[in-house]
Every structure is written in C-alpha cells, then in structure tokens.
C-alpha cells in the first residue's frame, strides 16, 4: 500500500499519532499540532474517505481493521520509536482498538471523547444503549431517505442541540458527501466485540478527555473505561462540548501532556 495519502506529519521529537474524527479532516489537530510541534513529531493519520485519502473498500462488512491496517503501515514507515496515541470521537475508538491488538509500541494513549458505544454494551449500560439506539434509528431512516443535511443530527447529538446549525454553509456542504463514510463508522462502532477483560487487560497509560457540554452517552463511555483500563486518568474540560480539541485546544495540549 502507498502510504503517501494517509498521513501529514510536522515537528520532530518523540512521535505522537493524532487520528482525527468522522465528518472532520486532520485540519482537527491544527491549534494542538502548533504547539506541539515543537517538540514532537506530529504524524496525522487521514482516515480512508476523508482528506483526499481513498475510499475504505469495505463498506459491504466495515471493520476497524481498515484503519488498523493504514495506521499499523505509517507508523512502521515514520518511526521506530514507541508513539502516544491520541484520537477524537471515532479516532478514538480506531485509537483504542489499536491499543487492544497489542502490535505496536504504544507508550501512551490519550482518547478525546471516544465514541465507542461498544463499551456501553460491555458495560451492560442499558440506559445510554437505549440512547444510542434511539439516536441511530432515526439518523439511519433520515440517511436512507436522503434528507438534506441529516449529518446535523450527529452533529448535534454529540455537540448539543444546535451545534450544526451556526457552522458556515462551506463547512455543511463538505460534510454532506462524507455521509457514507460516518454511516460506514457507525457501522464499525457497533460491530466491534472487545470485552471488558481485553479493556482490563490494556496496560498502555492512558488518558481519557471530555467536555462538560458534552452528550452524556460520551461522558458515560470515557467514565466506563476510566474505571475499567487498569492505568487510566481522566480529565474533565470545563465548558467544552464533544468538538473540545478545537474550541479548547489548548486545555487540551495540556490534558495529553498531563499538565
């Protein structure tokens, strides 16, 4: 595989690998990546469909596996150093998996709000579960019908009620043809199958970040596997919603550095 258009990199340092979210590109990371770069060497993993990267070949049966794959191959190529991992929303839950697996040498991991609805039913937490199922059935009957913008409804689930609406129309219409790929994402994150003893068994450090503002489903997922990850710390951002590593990036620079 040409690994050419999965990543961009700036800085040198010890590596840190940033894998953004769905409906977003690695422009995520901009504000963090400047004041990290410094030090670090900042690769910034494009997820398959976003960014120029090519389209996953797999939405007939979407696994993890796709972005394990890509992320596996970039990191080998770019450093024999152990790296920290960090991800937002679904980079998060890409993020996790790969800790899970165990192949590379991950020396830390920082998880920004992970959408890992797995955990909800490892954890048996019927409530947020049922919250979740609510929220995906209607997105999914919207998508299938082809209503204008049904991307707002996952923008405001995670963000708030009202997140979509006051982004800039550029903004909106780019999302409208990743539509595919997030489905494609809710698709991975439901079918992914970790237990809560492969989670207990995962002694990469780690740190789980969210925002006061955010939905509860994403407070109850990074709270479950701050109780269940043997090495975890967590921070709680005052005042940011679910797309903190923008509005509050520097509150979240000093939340992977451990500050």
Not at 67 to 88: C, K, N, S, Y
Not at 172 to 179: A, F, H, Q, T, V
Not at 216 to 245: M, W
Request: net charge negative; hydrophobic share 40%; with cysteine.
């Amino acid at each position: 595989m040409n690994i050419d258009p999965y990543y961009e990199q700036q800085g040198s340092g010890s590596p840190i690998v940033f894998i953004h979210g769905s409906y977003a590109t690695t422009s995520t990371w901009k504000k963090m990546v400047e004041a990290l770069a410094g030090e670090h060497q900042c690769i910034l993993i494009k997820l398959p469909g976003h960014g120029g990267a090519p389209e996953a070949e797999d939405f007939s049966a979407p696994t993890v596996d796709t972005e394990l794959a890509i992320i596996e191959q970039v990191v080998e190529a770019l450093t024999d150093q152990p790296i920290h991992l960090v991800g937002h929303s679904y980079g998060g839950v890409v993020a996790l998996s790969q800790a899970l697996k165990g192949n590379l040498a991950v020396k830390q991991m920082t998880l920004f709000e992970p959408v890992a609805v797995w955990v909800l039913q490892a954890a048996q937490d019927r409530d947020m579960q049922q919250r979740v199922a609510e929220f995906l059935g209607l997105y999914r009957d919207e998508a299938s019908r082809k209503v204008p913008y049904a991307c707002s409804r996952v923008i405001d689930f995670w963000g708030g009620d009202g997140a979509f609406a006051p982004l800039p129309d550029f903004i909106k219409d780019g999302m409208e043809p990743l539509l595919v790929n997030n489905l494609r994402h809710w698709d991975v994150c439901t079918g992914i199958q970790h237990s809560l003893q492969q989670v207990q068994s995962c002694e990469v450090p780690t740190r789980v970040v969210y925002g006061t503002q955010s939905n509860p489903v994403a407070h109850a997922i990074s709270d479950h596997l701050y109780q269940q990850l043997p090495n975890c710390q967590r921070s709680i951002i005052e005042g940011a919603s679910h797309f903190l590593v923008t509005s509050h990036a520097q509150s979240c620079v000093d939340a992977l550095l451990g500050e």
